[in-house]
T-cell receptor
């Protein structure tokens, strides 16, 4: 099982450039998420999706956009990259059945992004 | 509002000893799940253990156990017989009846030989 696949693993961007972080899951999870983790900190929710065609903002959505055209894919778009977006980005997915361990997240391996 | 609090930024434990990592939570949801994740220096997030709010027994997974005290809203992780490979960041998390999971700030555990 591939689980949650994120690409790329590392990326250096120049200020003002744009890029898309890819996330694909093969577990037929309906929920998908994007988090960022700044050095030595916890995870902050950027955007999430409860199903294809449905997305919503999390705690820190500014400077990012998402789309969910299929169950499997949930790309994160960075427009006009800024140094404040230097972080590690995690994609995650889950089922929605409260009451089991499946309610937890399966994480991708992360994307380390540096904006210079 | 849901909140997870981990009050120990860093913890040290001697190899082969047990260690408890503290976690308290706050929620008004009647049903919720509590989770612990390990993040080694390589950066990935590894699921360790899950506790459901209606589970009568404390969860156990190998050397990991979750000390769940519902009335006190605490969900401490106990690692028995610590190993050098247990050195990592540990995150407590909760998912209630909403759409997403809330994470604590994490505890960095260092196992000394």
């Amino acid at each position: 099982n591939a689980g949650v696949t994120q690409t790329p693993k590392f990326r250096i961007l120049k200020i003002g450039q744009s890029m898309t972080l890819q996330c694909t899951q093969d577990m037929n999870h309906n929920y998908m998420y994007w988090y960022r983790q700044d050095p030595g900190m916890g995870l902050k929710l950027i955007y999430y999706s409860v199903g294809a065609g449905i997305t919503d903002k999390g705690e820190v959505p500014n400077g990012y956009n998402v789309s969910r055209s299929t169950t499997e894919d949930f790309p994160l778009r960075l427009e006009l990259a800024a140094p404040s977006q230097t972080s590690v980005y995690f994609c995650a997915s889950s089922y929605s059945n409260l009451g089991s361990a499946d309610y937890g997240y399966t994480f991708g391996s992360g994307t380390r992004l540096t904006v210079v | 509002a849901q909140k997870i609090t981990q009050t120990q930024p860093g913890m040290f434990v001697q190899e082969k000893e047990a260690v408890t990592l503290d976690c308290t939570y706050d929620t008004s949801d009647p049903s919720y799940g509590l989770f612990w994740y390990k993040q080694p220096s390589s950066g990935e997030m590894i699921f360790l253990i899950y506790q459901g709010s209606y589970d009568q027994q404390n969860a156990t997974e190998g050397r990991y156990s979750l000390n769940f005290q519902k009335a006190r809203k605490s969900a401490n992780l106990v690692i028995s017989a610590s190993q050098l490979g247990d050195s990592a960041m540990y995150f407590c998390a909760m998912r209630g009846e909403g759409n997403d999971m809330r994470f604590g700030a994490g505890t960095r555990l260092t196992v000394k030989p």
